[in-house]
């Protein structure tokens, strides 16, 4: 069965300081792996996406995120955080093309970045 | 452009009664997808359409909950008989193609209390 784990339920960080948000999946066949954001009372927006190719994916808002083949990972990074950056950020995974629709979302890691 | 918009954003109903969630996906969109969000929890699937029809309705939790999308445009999810344990936010994305690679884009949801 296909999964996402977001292993932390928080994660702080001072502004200036480089922010680390960890992704693992589980999944059979090549994985698409999404990055999306939640602003207070507002909806998903994307973030970023791997497909294929440069295992380092550059998004929006100066985000990042590696994928790790080997240890089954998506981590989302940036260089230097802002009080701005803080919110929910969910992981998320479709299926390769055989593997029908439904996209897995991770249970969500909320960000804080503190001034 | 518009991005994607759902009616209402919050209703509250009382067990046992009908309810009707608008989703209205961006214009030129061919796929819709429907999400239930709990608290603390990332979105889950419920349904994707392809045009007008259902194409994987594998994430409907039972037969009390329906969708359709008759013109191919604007979605309602429909659940009958509400029970408290629907309570949640239902989101709506919406997405150029629908090819596992698209970026899904999302509205602000729509949040549902049943007393």
């Known amino acids: 069965a296909q999964s996402v784990a977001q292993p932390e339920d928080q994660v702080n960080v001072a502004e200036g300081n480089p922010l680390t948000v960890k992704c693992t999946y589980s999944?059979?066949?090549?994985?698409?792996l999404f990055w999306y954001v939640q602003y207070p009372n507002r909806g998903l927006q994307f973030l970023l996406k791997?497909?294929?190719?440069?295992?380092l994916v550059k998004g929006s808002y100066g985000f990042e995120a590696e994928f790790n083949k080997s240890q089954t990972s998506f981590h989302l990074k940036k260089p230097s955080a802002l009080v701005s950056d803080s919110a929910l950020y969910f992981c998320a995974v479709s299926p390769s093309v055989t593997g029908g629709f439904k996209t897995i979302f991770g249970a969500g890691t909320r960000l804080f970045v503190k001034a | 452009g518009a991005g994607v918009s759902q009616t209402p954003s919050n209703k509250v109903t009382e067990k046992g009664k009908y309810v009707e969630l608008r989703c209205d996906p961006i214009?030129?969109?061919?796929?819709l997808y429907w999400y239930r969000q709990s608290l603390g929890q990332g979105p889950e699937f419920l349904i994707y359409f392809q045009g007008t029809g259902a194409a994987d309705d594998s994430g409907l939790p039972n037969d009390r909950f329906f969708a359709v999308r008759p013109e191919g445009s604007v979605s309602t999810l429909k659940i009958q008989r509400t029970e408290r344990g629907d309570s949640a936010v239902y989101l709506c994305a919406s997405s150029p193609t629908g090819h596992v690679t698209d970026t899904q884009y999302f509205g602000p949801g729509t949040r549902l209390t049943v007393l």
């Open positions: 999944v059979s066949g090549n994985p698409y």
């Open positions: 214009s030129g969109h061919t796929a």
């Open positions: 791997y497909i294929t190719g440069d295992n």
